[in-house]
């Protein structure tokens, strides 16, 4: 098993930056991909970006390409979320997730483990 905790959320203005972190605990010896999903109030939980083990695959929603960055730092078992120029449309309750593989990143049922999740909200 795995837990996950996200922080770093919280209230920006439209064209600011927040940066969210995942720590993960548990059974963090194996080796697991990790991703960002989020969720509006109405909306389905979306695929944001995912990252391989060794940090040396991401994968970007067409959304936040260029805007968000994914990293990851194994030795403290905890992954990052760098997002820049926010818009009011990225407001979301934002949800850190682990799995074994990278098959269909973008499908939220496909991911094993995932966090309680954090409030990302981006006025105008």
């Known amino acids: 098993q795995v837990q996950l905790e996200e922080s770093g959320g919280g209230l920006a203005q439209a064209g600011g930056s927040l940066r969210l972190s995942c720590a993960a605990s548990g059974r963090t010896s194996s080796t697991y991909a990790m991703g960002w999903f989020r969720q509006a109030p109405g909306k389905e939980r979306e695929f944001v970006a995912a990252?391989?083990?060794?940090?040396?695959?991401?994968y970007y929603a067409g959304s936040v390409k260029g805007r968000c960055t994914i990293s990851r730092d194994n030795a403290k078992n905890t992954v990052y979320l760098q997002m820049n120029s926010l818009k009011p449309e990225d407001t979301a309750v934002y949800y850190c997730?682990?799995?074994?593989?990278?098959?269909?990143?973008?499908?939220?049922?496909?991911?094993?483990?995932w966090g309680q999740g954090t409030q990302v909200t981006v006025s105008s």
């Open positions: 990252i391989s083990w060794s940090g040396g695959n991401t």
């Open positions: 997730a682990a799995r074994y593989s990278l098959e269909r990143i973008t499908m939220a049922a496909m991911w094993d483990y």
